[in-house]
Nanobody
Framework: QVQLVESGGGLVQAGGSLRLSCVAS????????MGWYRQAPGKQRELVAI???????NYGDSVKGRFTISRDNAKNTVYLQMNSLKPEDTAVYYC????????WGQGTQVTVSS
């Protein structure tokens, strides 16, 4: 059984940084595609960043150059480093694992003030 638990969200001023964590249990993160998605009020869920089992990454256009996805295999944890945050980054951020379907975390709120 796979479980994903996100943490690290909070309130930050524009231009600031946050690092989100996703701790996985039941499956090594290194064996799957992992990703971060976000959903803002009134908006569709969108891809933020993904990482393949081989370590290649892709990012949504709106976060390229500002966000970085990474993983620590020993801790079975995936991270999302968010720099130069903007108010439009405000959303609930969800961790995702692709393994015999899709697993999702509970989400963590990120709020960026002007």
């Amino acid at each position: 059984q796979v479980q994903l638990v996100e943490s690290g969200g909070g309130l930050v001023q524009a231009g600031g940084s946050l690092r989100l964590s996703c701790v996985a249990s039941g499956r090594p993160v290194s064996l799957n595609v992992m990703g971060w998605y976000r959903q803002a009020p009134g908006k569709q869920r969108e891809l933020v960043a993904i990482m393949s089992s081989g370590g290649s990454t892709n990012y949504g256009d709106s976060v390229k150059g500002r966000f970085t996805i990474s993983r620590d295999n020993a801790k079975n944890t995936v991270y999302l480093q968010m720099n130069s945050l903007k108010p439009e980054d405000t959303a609930v951020y969800y961790c995702n694992m692709q393994f015999r379907g899709n697993y999702w975390g509970q989400g963590t709120q990120v709020t960026v003030s002007s």
